[in-house]
Nanobody, 122 residues
Framework: VQLQASGGGLVQAGGSLKLSCAAS????????MGWFRQAPGKEREFVSA????????NYAESVKGRFTISRDNAKNTVYLQMNSLKPEDTAVYYC????????????????WGQGTLVTVSS
């Protein structure tokens, strides 16, 4: 599957952005999807994930209550709505697809998008 992330940009602290990840190729509706981020000089970290049907989601503690993950299987797209952004949210955000039953760890994902940069100014 090919993944194309978009929607990043520069925003002031307290602002919002909505990331999109469009999938093509292998059946999108059968995969669990996740968002990860990597800040300069840091490891790539888990942000949020959603199961294949959209019935189950989970979030990193650092974004809980501010970010919302969703998906539209008819459009082969997963979204990440980011509100109340903080400077520490600055990172390259990656979407990823997991076709196995587990999708909480980075190494459980099979396909990765190219990333989209989010910069939050203070």
């Amino acid at each position: 599957v090919q993944l194309q992330a978009s929607g990043g940009g520069l925003v002031q602290a307290g602002g919002s952005l909505k990331l999109s990840c469009a999938a093509s190729g292998r059946t999108f509706s059968r995969c669990n999807m996740g968002w990860f981020r990597q800040a300069p000089g840091k490891e790539r970290e888990f942000v949020s994930a959603i199961n294949w049907s959209g019935s189950s989601t989970n979030y990193a503690e650092s974004v809980k209550g501010r970010f919302t993950i969703s998906r539209d299987n008819a459009k082969n797209t997963v979204y990440l709505q980011m509100n109340s952004l903080k400077p520490e949210d600055t990172a390259v955000y990656y979407c990823a697809a997991a076709y196995g039953p587990e999708y909480s760890r980075r190494d459980e994902y099979d396909y990765w998008g190219q990333g989209t940069l989010v910069t939050v100014s203070s």
